[in-house]
């Protein structure tokens, strides 16, 4: 087979995969459209996602059958041009967590960042209970405590990098600003491997900062207190870091290693490191690997220990805090756990993720296949380890709850974004400035069509959430009782359209305090109502508020509200 038949048929096989891929997008966002389940990842598809993936499959179907000849720039604009972009792009984000997201850590995992936040601003690993309150805690907390059992302590069960991070952050700027900066910090290392990769080839860099840049992902995201930023981010200084090598290199990688294991969950960063060692190894660089293995052995005890240092505070001295062995309380119950949904969950995840993505990234990344496949080296480690980090997800964690696209997949984007350079440079030399122009259109479809029906989602899922917010804080009383018994929210999830809104500071200093119907028992309540008066929010004012269609009747909370209004009357109130 002579050179021009063998590019004629690599062609032909790219077109097909893409035309594959376009019916498969199709395929399963019709199946998505038209399910009904109780699903939150399924909701979220069929309400933010389907139009989007509707113009991705066209888009893709469109670039198979013609490519225009628009060339990308041939230099990369300048250093301090670059900076000032990036601080413009960080603006607009930190701007967008208040005229999007209205400022407001929505999910569970959010709020925990805030909630330890204001534990450390103390100068404590746990904020101590009085006794009095101790048997509320969970009522108040009902979620991702370090303790569930009695606490006498307030502290998430979470890592504590990402809340110290954003803390000593908050000291000197608008908290806000923390996560789009650290956007800012992860493209600068993506486009210092980038060109430790692609060289001189400009063009190849371009295409990895657009794939990057135009990620409705990583700009949403941003917008939140999530840690999946700060992951994304110390894993390009990591592997930027690593790949310059040399002492100072190596210092920083092993620095930002420690930071990112310590972040949030255990096991993300590890996870990341793991192909680039193997990668090495398979050099023979076996001195390298050791010193990173007995490193990283170092901090992963480090990380897995710590939560037992913080133990007596929330568990006192004679107690263990339930979640506190990271190994026993948490890895080793998930394997065991078997859930039916799993593969659906994940291809409504991956469904998820493709559109919030650059459009550029599906042809790009069918583009890279054969590079992977042929040459593995840096770019095999790229795939590998996205690829082992999603069947790690799909064995353990399938659900990922609440977040713009796949947040799991988070700290892979720049991975994504360089296999999307190798991408292009396989189809560059197939296709000559076909190739940029796949790219240009691809992009320009993603900035003229995804992101703004993208970000005009994000607002809208927030609103129903900052509606309930502003009902419960405009209460009188000192107390109020959130029906959160089973209740369904409008995006699927179970217990959470009313029960993220059971939230309190640390010192219990905010007013109201709110509680959880369905953890606080009946003699609670009525030891409550003896302190001050409980305002009710009911399922009707869940209903009115957009975050769910349930039945009005509720006879649990009702059986407790009777109960408490028997034993001290005049205590009960109605929303005002």
């Given at each position: 087979m002579n050179t021009e038949t063998a590019l004629a048929h690599d062609i032909k096989a790219w077109k097909a995969r893409l035309g594959i891929c376009a019916a498969v997008l199709v395929v399963i966002g019709l199946w998505a459209a038209t399910l009904k389940a109780p699903v939150m990842a399924l909701n979220l598809v069929q309400t933010q996602d389907v139009p989007v993936l509707c113009i991705l499959g066209l888009s893709t179907v469109l670039v198979a059958l013609w490519r225009p000849r628009w060339a990308l720039p041939a230099r990369l604009p300048s250093g301090r041009s670059m900076l000032l972009a990036g601080l413009l792009l960080a603006a607009l984000v930190a701007w967008g967590s208040y005229g999007l997201l209205g400022n407001f850590p929505l999910s569970r995992d959010e709020h925990m960042v805030l909630f330890d936040m204001a534990v450390y601003d103390q100068g404590r690993l746990a904020t101590p209970i009085a006794p009095w309150w101790q048997p509320f805690a969970l009522a108040m907390e009902p979620n991702f405590l370090l303790n569930a059992d009695q606490p006498s302590g307030f502290v998430s069960a979470y890592l504590p990098m990402n809340p110290m991070l954003r803390l000593a952050f908050s000291k000197v700027a608008d908290p806000a600003w923390f996560n789009p900066l650290l956007v800012v910090i992860g493209g600068a290392a993506l486009l210092d491997i980038a060109k430790r990769t692609f060289g001189e080839d400009r063009r190849a860099r371009w295409v990895v900062l657009l794939v990057y840049a135009l990620s409705a992902q990583l700009l949403?995201?941003?917008?939140?207190?999530?840690?999946?930023?700060?992951?994304?981010?110390?894993?390009?200084?990591?592997?930027?870091?690593?790949?310059?090598?040399?002492?100072?290199?190596?210092?920083?990688?092993?620095?930002?290693?420690?930071?990112?294991?310590?972040?949030?969950?255990l096991v993300f960063h590890p996870f990341f490191v793991a192909p680039f060692l193997l990668w090495r190894l398979r050099q023979g660089q076996w001195r390298l690997v050791a010193g990173y293995a007995l490193a990283y052995a170092a901090i992963v005890l480090w990380w897995a220990v710590f939560p037992l240092f913080v133990s007596p505070f929330v568990a006192g001295p004679l107690g263990r805090a339930t979640n506190a062995n990271v190994i026993t309380d948490k890895l080793i119950p998930l394997l065991f756990i078997h859930d039916p949904r799993t593969i659906p969950l994940m291809m409504l995840n991956l469904l998820r993720f493709t559109a919030w993505q650059n459009f550029a990234l599906v042809p790009l990344l069918i583009a890279a296949v054969p590079v992977v496949l042929r040459k593995r080296g840096f770019a095999g480690a790229l795939a590998l380890g996205i690829f082992a980090w999603l069947l790690f997800l799909t064995a353990i964690l399938p659900e990922q709850g609440r977040g713009y696209g796949y947040r799991y997949l988070h700290g892979y984007l720049g991975s994504f974004a360089l296999l999307a350079g190798f991408g292009y440079r396989e189809l560059e030399q197939r296709i000559g400035r076909q190739a940029d122009g796949v790219v240009v259109l691809m992009s320009g479809l993603t900035v003229v069509a995804a992101l703004p029906l993208l970000l005009a989602a994000s607002y809208r899922f927030m609103q129903p959430h900052l509606a309930m917010e502003r009902v419960i804080e405009a209460q009188k009383t000192p107390f109020v009782l959130i029906d959160d018994n089973g209740s369904k929210a409008r995006d699927g999830g179970w217990a959470e359209g009313a029960g993220d809104h059971v939230r309190n500071l640390p010192d219990m200093s905010n007013r109201p305090l709110r509680f959880s119907a369905e953890v606080l028992p009946a003699e609670l309540l009525s030891r409550l109502c003896r302190v001050g008066p409980v305002t009710l929010i009911t399922r009707a004012d869940i209903n009115k508020a957009g975050l769910g269609e349930l039945p009005e009747s509720s006879p649990k909370f009702d059986a407790l509200v009777r109960a408490a209004a028997r034993d001290v009357p005049g205590c009960i109130r109605k929303r005002s």
């Open positions: 949403v995201t941003a917008m939140t207190p999530f840690s999946m930023t700060g992951h994304l981010a110390l894993n390009l200084v990591w592997l930027a870091a690593f790949l310059r090598g040399g002492k100072t290199g190596h210092s920083v990688a092993i620095a930002a290693g420690f930071a990112a294991t310590g972040l949030h969950q």
